[in-house]
């Protein structure tokens, strides 16, 4: 039976963003070797936290959907929990994946078009 995911993540900033990149595909391939299923994938980029998360103060910030079943996402989210570089992690049920972007990632497109007319 799969379910329907999302999953928020938020690595270090001292990270480049292509190690933040390997690190968030790190932890899909561990989805799919357990049976789970990417669906999308969105890189909102280095942001600015509200709060310091273990003295860091901006966060590389990832959001991906999966279908997969409870215990694939409960050993990616074991792994992702265990490794030093990620400082927070969210996983939300969801009834269904939206074919349009996520909100943040709507904000970023306004912003660039806004700034370029």
Known sequence: MTIFYEHVLIARQDLSTAQAEELCDHFVATLEEN????????????????????????????????????????????LMR?????????????????DQPSPMMQKQTESHSKSSA
């Open 82 to 98: 265990l490794h030093e570089d990620v400082l927070r992690v969210l996983t939300v049920r969801v009834k269904s994946h939206s």
């Open 35 to 78: 049976g789970g299923h990417l669906v999308g994938k969105e890189s909102w980029g280095l942001q600015k936290m509200a709060y310091r998360i273990k003295k860091n103060r901006k966060g590389h910030y990832f959001l991906l959907k999966t279908d997969s079943a409870p215990a694939a996402v409960q050993e990616m989210e074991r």
